[in-house]
């Protein structure tokens, strides 16, 4: 089985600051991991995924995420954000074996870009 | 290319009727998914299918049905509505676990 932890659910943060939101994954065997990010009133579409190689992964808009295999984690983080940052980011597991490819979703971390 | 569709977006159903939603995608996609969407719990696995024919259990699939009769489409159905399945419900599709799943806008439906 397969879980993911997303250790904040809201942050709140001032245009131009840097930020981080905090995913950790719990799998048995080895994974793929994926960032979403999810605007008001729409779908979900891919930020960033890891799969192999460089631990270190770009992804649109400026964002970037590491991966830790030995913390288990995979944070995301930007060094200067902007108002249209504003969304819920959700990080997502899946393991290579025997899952058909079935996501598992951690609950979500808004990010909130105050002016 | 419209990627992936869901009808209808918006959906009020009285306690105990039925509906289906309609996931269709144009991208000759293998594997597809509903989701259901509700605040603080992220996004929960309700069916998913590995190809066409084929349908199975995710992580929350009682009071739903599906079907996959044809390889773009993927129906989700509520035989008897239940309040508790007031939510947002999505679909996606991908190629493979190593390709990124590509999700519709989403059907917002409300039981009362």
């Known amino acids: 089985a397969q879980s993911v932890t997303q250790l904040d659910s809201q942050v709140p943060v001032f245009e131009e600051a840097p930020v981080e939101l905090r995913c950790n994954y719990s799998s048995s065997v080895s994974v793929y991991l994926f960032w979403y990010v999810q605007y008001p009133n729409q779908g979900l579409q891919l930020l960033l995924k890891?799969?192999?190689?460089?631990?270190l992964v770009k992804g649109i808009n400026g964002f970037e995420a590491e991966f830790n295999k030995s913390q288990t984690s995979f944070h995301l983080r930007k060094p200067s954000v902007h108002i249209s940052d504003t969304a819920e980011y959700f990080c997502a597991v899946t393991s290579l074996r025997g899952s058909n490819y079935k996501l598992t979703f951690g609950k979500g971390t808004l990010l909130t870009v105050n002016p | 290319n419209a990627g992936v569709t869901q009808t209808p977006k918006f959906r009020v159903l009285k306690t105990g009727q039925s509906m289906t939603l309609l996931c269709a995608q144009d991208m000759n996609h293998e594997y597809m998914y509903w989701y259901r969407q509700d605040p603080g719990m992220g996004l929960r696995l309700i069916h998913y299918s590995v190809g066409e024919g084929t349908t199975a259990k995710g992580e929350v699939p009682d009071g739903y049905n599906v079907s996959r009769l044809k390889k773009q489409n993927f129906l989700l159905g509520l035989e008897s509505a239940a309040p508790s399945q007031t939510s947002v419900y999505f679909c996606a599709s991908t190629k493979s676990g190593i390709n990124e799943q590509y999700f519709g806008p989403g059907t917002r439906l409300t039981v009362t």
């Open positions: 890891y799969l192999s190689g460089s631990t």
